[in-house]
């Protein structure tokens, strides 16, 4: 039988399966040559290739407060590692380091392992103990610098500056607002020698130096914040509410010169914070805002004309609308309108909001700010709440004059009472003044933010004169300062209770106010979410002026505001103030602390003191102002004083019968007149 020849297809396969074998066998011989006899070429090819570009660490720019102080800063610290190629012996550079790093040389030998390459060893290590090591000349060991965040004030501002994670990203607060500005950008570095030579240590060419970020200097003042955190402590101390808050804004300027939160957190520690801990509830957090929103829809009537200095209502202790009663805490008779703000006449509000119409009311208070966020830098702002007109029910206007059926954030109150301290004008609250170069050249400057001109100045100024009653004698008296003038509002809200109503016993109480009365400097709030303690005490008046006054004192103080309580420009202002008043208030003037301090008991017993027996004026021209002073509280006076120096004028004159007010208007001027 004739073997059957082989078909040429079958013979081409065979061929082609005798090839790939063969390829397959080079292969194998080929990985392991490449896996075994030459290991240790390849891994230290590939160790070269792994290092021969780096990314060179960039500082990130600082925070600054307005004078300098470091708020958030990038320090030096430095890694270790061992550079395998170049090690003599592992056990003995342990040896070395081990005498200053925090580790035992087996932890340094095990951390090693038997890998090749560049190892990480230690991380964030000072430069004092890196510097050290630099000493020590350990062959393989290698040093590289790199910066972390650190925030040497701690807890200072921490609801607003935020922090930097792990690959220094701004995650929150201002360091995420400006992550960007801040971050500066990374440099690039190569291998300068990338051939296989075994010998010479590994030197690198730097090729894009790393840029540092800007920074940011803010207008947060650290006294001032300082002030606000150590007062809103003895708050929470004293009364354990759920959070607080505190801001300063310069109303002429719109800076923010310290915004204080509680709850808050150590920003060098900020992953063991509750992210509740760390909102910035200034601009978060919104609440009823309560009798503080009376003086917007005072100034609505006053704008629509509904209302002025003529016009009174009557306080019998509540006041009926549309079925529902509105109670007053007390019966306050017949009320204008400042003495509707000085008392916060519930009845006079509710017949004010009906002078008014809802969509002029609607747009006083939107003129205000309120129902938009203020703009001011940060991550996240609320808006409020404040409905427009077609959502209101017939007893929506009454209840936003009294500050219900709306809410509001901290930061959007302390703008709109800027606008009247400033003379009618919303400006956007702000943070940030510049940004520098990483050589401190000014890069950018941030200026005074007109919004809107909301009210005339005329107006503006009898506003701030009725907050200035509601201290002078009105339910915030506790707010006062003895060197200083004072106007502000007190506010006790009743928290809404999401199933409808109010509560009763939970209340937010807090004082907006202004800082000398008469020519503002700082609007401040200082408000309280649910303080605990006895019902009756828990009112903003009691809770809140105090520390106010506190904080406000201590602030004009430090910012070297001339005091304008000397019974000069403040006497005038008084005056005028209580005479629009009606007769209930019973002294034009009181006079001050100062000087039953600083008299004496004979003064008491001069002969001009027995003028009153006379009845009649006693003479107190060319006197000083302190011996007018003495002289009139002798005689058992009244006095309104104005100007400065000794006195040129009085009336009535001296030794005309003393009138029944037995009030006298005394006029001083630095020079005695001729
Ligand atoms: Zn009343």
Redesign the pocket.
């Known amino acids: 039988m004739k073997r059957r020849a082989m078909h040429p297809r079958i013979i081409r396969a065979l061929s082609l399966l005798a090839f790939f074998s063969l390829l397959l066998v080079l292969f194998a011989f080929r990985l392991v040559h490449l896996q075994v006899f030459q290991h240790k070429e390849w891994a230290l090819r590939s160790t070269k290739n792994h290092v021969s570009k780096r990314v060179l660490d960039m500082k990130r720019g600082n925070i600054y407060d307005r004078n300098g102080v470091e708020l958030a800063i990038s320090v030096d610290t430095w890694s270790v590692f061992i550079f395998t190629r170049e090690l003599k012996s592992l056990p003995e550079a342990a040896n070395l380091l081990s005498t200053v790093l925090p580790m035992t040389r087996e932890e340094i030998i095990s951390k090693a392992g038997d890998r090749s390459g560049y190892i990480p060893i230690y991380k964030d290590l000072a430069p004092n103990l890196a510097m050290k090591i630099q000493q020590l000349d350990i062959p393989g060991v290698n040093l590289e610098s790199h910066y972390r965040r650190y925030y040497p004030q701690k807890r200072l501002a921490a609801n607003l500056i935020g922090f930097t994670g792990t690959e220094k990203t701004g995650l929150e607060g201002l360091e995420m607002l400006f992550d960007k500005t801040l971050r500066g950008y990374p440099g690039l570095a190569v291998q300068e020698d990338i051939s296989l030579s075994e010998s010479g240590p590994a030197k690198m060419r730097v090729i894009t130096p790393p840029m540092g970020g800007s920074n940011i200097h803010l207008t947060i003042d650290t006294f001032i914040q300082h002030t606000l955190e150590s007062e809103l402590a003895q708050l929470v101390k004293q009364y354990d509410p759920i959070d607080a808050t505190a801001i300063v804004m310069d109303p002429n300027n719109g800076e923010i010169l310290g915004l204080a939160c509680f709850p808050s957190y150590d920003i060098n520690n900020f992953g063991e914070a509750k992210p509740e801990n760390r909102r910035n509830r200034s601009v978060t957090d919104i609440f009823e805002p309560g009798s503080c929103i009376k003086i917007f829809a005072v100034a609505s009537a006053i704008e629509n004309r509904k209302a002025d200095h003529g016009t009174r209502f009557y306080?019998?202790?509540?006041?009926e609308i549309n079925g529902r009663r509105v109670r007053?805490?007390?019966?306050?008779g017949l009320?204008d309108l400042d003495k509707?703000i000085s008392?916060?006449?519930?009845?006079?509000m509710v017949q004010i909001s009906q002078l008014i119409e809802p969509a002029q009311l609607y747009r006083t208070y939107k003129n205000f700010g309120f129902g938009e966020p203020t703009g001011i830098e940060v991550v996240t702002e609320s808006n409020g709440i404040f409905k427009p007109p077609s959502r209101w029910s017939g007893f929506s206007a009454t209840s936003l004059s009294i500050g219900q059926e709306m809410a509001v954030t901290g930061m959007q109150l302390v703008q709109a009472y800027s606008a009247i301290a400033n003379g009618g004008t919303l400006l956007k609250p702000r943070l940030i003044r510049r940004i520098s170069s990483p050589d401190s050249e000014i890069r950018q400057e941030f200026k005074r933010e007109e919004v809107r001109k909301i009210l005339p100045a005329d107006t503006a100024r009898w506003l701030r004169r009725m907050l200035m009653g509601v201290v002078e004698g009105g339910t915030g008296s506790q707010a006062a300062l003895e060197n200083y003038t004072v106007g502000g509002k007190t506010s006790t809200a009743q928290k809404a209770n999401p199933k409808g109503g109010y509560f009763n016993e939970k209340v937010v109480v807090s004082f907006i106010g202004m800082a000398p009365a008469l020519d503002p400097r700082i609007v401040l709030l200082v408000a309280v979410n649910e303080p605990k303690g006895d019902e009756k005490t828990l009112y903003g008046g009691k809770v809140t002026a105090r520390p106010f006054a506190n904080i406000a004192d201590r602030i004009l103080k430090y910012l070297k505001v001339a005091p304008d309580r000397s019974l000069t420009a403040a006497a005038r202002e008084r005056q005028l103030l209580q005479l629009q008043h009606s007769s209930e208030k019973k002294e034009i003037i009181n006079l001050p602390n100062m000087l039953s301090s600083a008299s004496s008991a004979k003064d008491l017993t001069t002969p001009a003191a027995k003028l009153a027996t006379n009845e009649a004026v006693p003479n107190l021209q060319g006197k000083s102002l302190r011996q007018a002073m003495q002289l009139v509280k002798s005689l058992e006076l009244k006095a309104v004083f104005e100007g400065n120096g000794v006195v040129i004028k009085q009336s009535p004159q001296p030794g005309k019968p003393l009138p029944e007010s037995k009030i006298l208007m005394i006029t001083l001027s630095p020079e005695p007149e001729n």
């Open positions: 306080c019998r202790g509540f006041a007053c805490h007390g019966a306050h009320v509707a008392e916060s006449c519930n009845a006079s």
